[in-house]
């Protein structure tokens, strides 16, 4: 258990309104990833984190920005919700402590997000 | 632009045979390739690959890596249903601190 939760799990909401995931980790890991997952595409990279205020641009970034303003939390922020953005949302951290390595991401449980 | 791609796509099995699944990449500067198995929830990581030939094995499953092939298979024996799941494969190019994943294997086993 790499002590990663997801707030809120479920959320409902409609098109055009602002939205915000958050990701909490409680081992104090350096890097922090937000990915969507959409059936026939995997899991996709939307935005990255290596430290406080430090984030990066992932392969899907367009209509989502982050912020990380502690170590153990990175929000996700939908500015204007789309249908489009209708997706299972996954935090993941690179765990270092088991395999020495940041090569090894561990995955929280995920947000389902329905924008109508 | 680094690439992942799974085959099959989709697979249904009868409990006890055999399966084996693939992952095929084009990536800059490989460094590593992991494979993941997700159920209902998030994926749960299997293994990590670095090096070919050196056979990675837990169990029932188990995995190689051919880097100058391009590719890593994930076999499982026995298959019980409880392996039903997606199996994710991603990898990593060198200097990195991200993955990128394929479509990934929606394995079924029928009982």
């Known amino acids: 258990d790499a002590g990663i939760t997801q707030s809120p799990r479920h959320k409902v909401t409609e098109t055009g309104t602002p939205v915000t995931l958050r990701c909490h980790q409680t081992?104090?890991?350096?890097?922090m990833y937000w990915y969507r997952q959409d059936p026939g595409h995997g899991l996709r990279l939307i935005h990255y984190?290596?430290?406080?205020?430090?984030?990066d641009k992932g392969e899907v970034s367009d209509g989502y920005s982050v912020s990380r303003s502690k170590t153990e939390d990175f929000l996700l922020t939908l500015e204007s919700a789309t249908s489009s953005q209708t997706s299972v949302y996954f935090c993941?951290?690179?765990?270092?402590?088991?395999?020495?390595?940041?090569?090894?991401?561990?995955f929280g449980p995920g947000t389902r997000l329905l924008v109508l | 632009e680094d690439k992942v791609v799974q085959s099959p796509l989709s697979l249904v099995v009868h409990e006890g045979d055999t399966v084996t699944l693939n992952c095929s990449y084009e990536?800059?500067?490989?460094?590593?390739l992991l494979w993941y198995k997700q159920e209902k929830k998030a994926p749960t990581f299997l293994f990590m690959l670095?090096?070919?030939?050196i056979e990675k094995k837990s169990g029932r499953l188990s995995s190689i890596l051919d880097k100058k092939e391009l590719f890593s298979i994930l076999n499982i024996t026995a298959t019980q249903t409880g392996d039903s799941a997606i199996y994710l494969c991603a990898v990593r190019n060198q200097g990195a601190q991200k993955l990128v994943f394929g479509q990934g294997t929606r394995l079924t086993i029928n009982p």
């Open positions: 670095t090096s070919s030939g």
């Open positions: 984190s290596y430290g406080v205020k430090d984030t």
């Open positions: 993941a951290i690179s765990e270092s402590k088991r395999t020495g390595s940041q090569e090894t991401q561990y």
């Open positions: 081992e104090n890991h350096r890097y």
């Open positions: 990536v800059t500067n490989f460094r590593s």
